[in-house]
């Protein structure tokens, strides 16, 4: 039996949406936004994903489909759209102002440097994840042609990534993508790598 065609879509500012873009966008992340933010995590990040102009928001996000249900996401901004991205979105957390906001605040620091690393027409692919039972299907494949497209429809001529150093297999994937290791982060002697830093040329 053929399977459904896969529709790929923008994202729409609503909650339900919301919790689906946090659950892909931690599990691309590896727990990182959940182990940050704690059990609220995914309400945190749904809120902020229906506000406009910042790195978490809707306007960033394209889902595939499949049926008419979410089957996986990408999301992915210009430099110029991160360098003008408010974090007033932290503000809608609940607590914002306890210790454990002030610690996610100086321990995501570094990290946003990172990403801030980007140069005019460099686009940052923040994410991209699908459900483990449609992986192998060529969803992966088509959330990819769709932000390779919508990077060169901004303008951008490079196409950035950040994947976890122990990630060998994010990493091979997005070789087989034409993506080549750029740097890594820390980039400092005998300090243990905990980013690297893969482009692409568009």
């Known amino acids: 039996m053929d399977r459904p065609s896969v529709t790929l879509r923008a994202a729409e500012p609503n909650l339900d ?19 940050m933010l704690g059990r609220q995590a995914a309400d945190i990040i749904a809120a902020a994903y229906t506000q406009p102009d910042h790195d978490l ?9 499949r049926a008419e249900t979410i089957v996986g996401m990408v999301s992915g901004y210009t430099a110029q759209q991160h360098r003008r991205s408010s974090t007033r ?6 607590g914002w102002r306890t210790l454990r906001m002030v610690r996610i605040a100086l321990w995501c620091a570094p990290f946003r440097r990172v990403i801030g690393n980007l ?33 060169r429809a901004a303008g951008a001529t490079r196409l950035c990534l950040d994947v976890a150093a122990k ?15 750029d740097s890594g982060w820390p980039n400092l ?4 790598r905990l980013l690297i830093r893969m482009t692409k040329s568009l």
């Open 17 to 35: 949406e919301g919790l689906m873009y946090a659950r892909y966008l931690d599990e691309a992340a590896e727990g990182f936004f959940r182990s």
């Open 57 to 65: 928001s809707y306007q960033n996000v394209t889902f595939a489909e």
């Open 89 to 94: 979105f932290l503000k809608l957390a609940p």
């Open 119 to 151: 140069a005019d027409g460099d686009f940052y692919l923040q994410a991209i994840a699908i459900d483990r039972d449609r992986r192998g299907e060529g969803i992966g494949s088509a959330l990819m042609d769709a932000i390779e497209e919508r990077a």
């Open 167 to 181: 990630n060998e297999g994010a990493r091979r994937l997005y070789e087989r993508r034409g993506m080549r290791v």
């Open 189 to 192: 002697p005998f300090v243990p």
